[in-house]
C-alpha cells in the first residue's frame, strides 16, 4: 500500500512570492491535513480537508489555504511569502470512521524563503 | 482543549539502556492519545496509540507505553536502546468532539544513543 506522497520534497522561493504543495493521500482515506514544523515551534495544525470541503483551519492567516479534489489529493497554497514561513510542511491522511484512527503523514515539503 | 506536554526537549542515553520518554495529556474527558517517531528528513510514523482497551499499549520498535489516567501520563519507554532509536519523538493527543478530529502534539523529545 502506497504511502502519503507530497511533492516538491525541497523549494526554495523569495519573500513576496507564491507557492503550493501538493498532497495524495493513502488510497481509501478521504481526510487530508496539512502541518507546519517550523524550527524551535513544533508541530501546528495547519487545515484540514474532508470530502472536498474545509473542515477545520489552525491558527494560520488567510494567505494559507488549499484545497481538496475528488480524487481526495489535496493542495496547500501559499501567497506573499514571508522569511517565517519557512518550515517543513506534512500532509497526514486518516481513515474516516473510527475515533482513533491515526494520521499517517507523508515525509514533508521543506520550504526556504529567501 | 485537549494538550500534551512533553518533559525533556532532548534526553541521551548508552545504547543498552532504558529508554524513557515522558508525556502528560491535559483532557476533560478520556483522550486518545498517540506517540510518533521522526527520523531526520521524514515525515512522522505511528510508534503506538491509547485505545482505551488497555492500559499499556505495546508498538512498534519495541516501544511501549502506559496510560495512568491518575497521573495523566502517557510515558513512551523501550527496555533497550538501540542507535537506531535516535529520532525525535512525539506525543499527540486528540481533541474531543465527534466528528472534528485535530491532533496536538507535543514539542517533541529528541533522543540521542550512545555507542
Known amino acids: 500500500e502506497a504511502g502519503v506522497t507530497q511533492s516538491p520534497t525541497h523549494l526554495i522561493k523569495t519573500r513576496g512570492q507564491q507557492v503550493t504543495l501538493r498532497c495524495s493521500p493513502i488510497s481509501g482515506h478521504t481526510s487530508v491535513y496539512w502541518y507546519q514544523q517550523a524550527l524551535g515551534l513544533g508541530l501546528q495544525f495547519l487545515l484540514w480537508?474532508?470530502?472536498?470541503?474545509?473542515?477545520n483551519r489552525g491558527n494560520f492567516p488567510p494567505r494559507f489555504s488549499g484545497r481538496q479534489f475528488p480524487n481526495y489529493s489535496s493542495e496547500l497554497n501559499v501567497n506573499a511569502l514571508e522569511l517565517e514561513d519557512s518550515a517543513l510542511y506534512l500532509c497526514?491522511?486518516?481513515?474516516?470512521?473510527?475515533?482513533?484512527?491515526?494520521?499517517?503523514f507523508g515525509n514533508g515539503t521543506r520550504l526556504t524563503v529567501t | 482543549a485537549q494538550s500534551v506536554t512533553q518533559l525533556g526537549s532532548h534526553v541521551s542515553v548508552s545504547e543498552g539502556a532504558l529508554v524513557l520518554l515522558r508525556c502528560n495529556y491535559s483532557?476533560?474527558?478520556?483522550?486518545?492519545l498517540f506517540w510518533y517517531v521522526q527520523y531526520p528528513n521524514q515525515g512522522l510514523q505511528l510508534l503506538l496509540k491509547y485505545t482505551s482497551a488497555a492500559t499499556l499499549v505495546k508498538g512498534i520498535n519495541g516501544f511501549e507505553a502506559e496510560f495512568k489516567k491518575s497521573e495523566t501520563s502517557f510515558h513512551l519507554t523501550k527496555p533497550s536502546a538501540h542507535m537506531s532509536d535516535a529520532a525525535e519523538y512525539f506525543c499527540a493527543v486528540r481533541n474531543s468532539g465527534g466528528s472534528n478530529y485535530k491532533l496536538t502534539f507535543g514539542k517533541g523529545t529528541l533522543l540521542t544513543v550512545n555507542p
Open positions: 483532557s476533560s474527558v478520556p483522550p486518545y
Open positions: 497526514a491522511s486518516r481513515e474516516m470512521g473510527f475515533g482513533n484512527s491515526p494520521l499517517h
Open positions: 480537508y474532508d470530502e472536498g470541503e474545509e473542515r
